[in-house]
């Protein structure tokens, strides 16, 4: 039997006011979740990974890794039309499945989440650093962090300015890194001439000593991590207009845009480069898309660097929104610090979770980035990030068929509320192996370390959630129960009921 989470009164309501409402559409929104899966470096540093088992059979894994996240991403889409709230994904694991689940997946979610913007600071150091020595070697390359410095400015400055300025940097930057590599694209393809063919979308081209479906699937694996962030329109839905159809159209618009895009510039490099050549294409050196930008069209690997440089800046911002909207949502039950819920008199921005993110993210990376450096940094955040995240999917999915099952039985398909949730956790299953180092494919390599500390961190965070989840729930099992709770409905609830004669 569910259990109906109290509602806060009236005037607690009233006495403590919250995030802006009705502060973006749908733009804003979309680009939430477009520049959470940073597209940009997902095209140049991400995808080509799986490059080295698809070979120029990639774009066919690039199209498998999409159809596989699109289950995931229905079942984010089908749970955020009924539970518009900004604790998003910890809401739909309270009400899918059990208030103590949805605990344990708000714990994970804030503490990756507030890693996002370490990540992205960090590649944005060392991708910056890297560049200017290359081209002029005076320049240290290990000077990195004042970019990174410089990142944590804009996106904090932009945090603390609200929903309505945060959502407008992410629109432009997303535009821009994705106008670039549409634009490579259309150049590649144009100069491949006599040699385009959809023979890529087959699995004649894979990697040598790859078997012809085993390199198809191995390359995608790889890929589906590049969607990683689609869900990332979900946490706004207490700041957009009208959340239950807008977050829903943002969360699959983003999905299918974003992965036709990583469709298209994969084929378009594997034409060009020749598929027959494309299993030695990687990040790096003259066989990537800067090196190929460099010595096929002069000046104009600039724009890829821009967009990569761009892109970081987008996804550390997206990071940020829905860090300091889940840790918002958690102060405001009672499960984090209630300071967390405290919003700016004017801008009606979450200001000290925006405070906390930005100290965080500042303190994160430059102890991690000169504890060891930028780059090794780098893959131990994104390796402890994927984990946590993939196993959020796993549960979201979960959530979306119990909470059919549940609540909505009259309401149940079948295919979109059981069948989808079962294939999109199949999808993550073999993401969440590779991304931990464990060896049970052949494709999987184990993580050296410090990157392979990222499993026990992840695990020892987790252990330290649930003896928290067992004091709550002797001591405050109420806010345990209350992270399911979906505010919007308390306002509208609450706004729609005769107001009380007696009251002034």
Known sequence: MSTTPPSPSTSTRSAAPGLRREAVGLREVLFQSVTSMAPGAAIAASIPAGAAFAGG??????????????????????????????????????????????????????????????????????????????????????????????????????????????????????????????????????????????SVFGTGHVAAGQS??????????????????????????????????????????????????????????????GPGKFAGFGTTGAASWEGVARASFGLLWVLVFFAVVNSTIANANAGLVVSTRTAYALGRIGVLPRALARVHPRHRSPVVAVAAQTVIAVSATLGLGLAYDPTTAFNLVATLVVIVVVCVYIVTNAACAGYFLRHRRHELKPVRHLLFPLLGTAAFVPALLTAAGIPAFSFVSKLAAPVSYAGPVAGVWMAAGLVLLAVLWRRNRAAVVATGQVHLDDEDGAAARPKDPASP
């Open 57 to 198: 059979s990639l774009p066919l894994s690039v199209l498998i890794a999409l159809v596989a996240c699109l289950f995931t991403a229905s079942c984010v889409a089908e749970l955020a039309r009924h539970l518009p709230a900004a604790g998003s994904v910890s809401v739909y694991a309270a009400r899918g499945l059990h208030p103590a689940v949805g605990f344990v997946v708000a714990w994970g979610y804030v503490f990756v989440e507030a890693l996002i913007p370490t990540l992205l600071l960090l590649q944005l150091g060392f991708t910056t650093a890297g560049t200017l020595h290359q081209e002029w070697p005076g320049y240290p390359a290990d000077l990195w962090w004042p970019w990174a410095l410089l990142g944590a400015l804009i996106i904090g400055l932009a945090g603390l300015y609200g929903i309505r300025a945060s959502a407008r940097l992410g629109t432009v930057l997303g535009v821009f890194e994705i106008a670039v590599f549409l634009f490579f694209a259309v150049l590649l393809i144009g100069n491949a001439g006599g040699r385009n063919t959809v």
């Open 212 to 273: 012809a479906w085993g390199g198809v699937v191995a390359g995608s694996v790889y890929t589906v991590l590049a969607f990683a962030g689609f869900e990332a329109a979900a946490p706004l839905a207490e700041e957009a207009r009208d959340p239950r159809r807008t977050v829903r159209r943002a969360v699959l618009g983003a999905t299918i845009g974003i992965g036709l895009v990583y469709v298209l510039t994969t084929y378009a490099m594997a034409v060009y480069v």
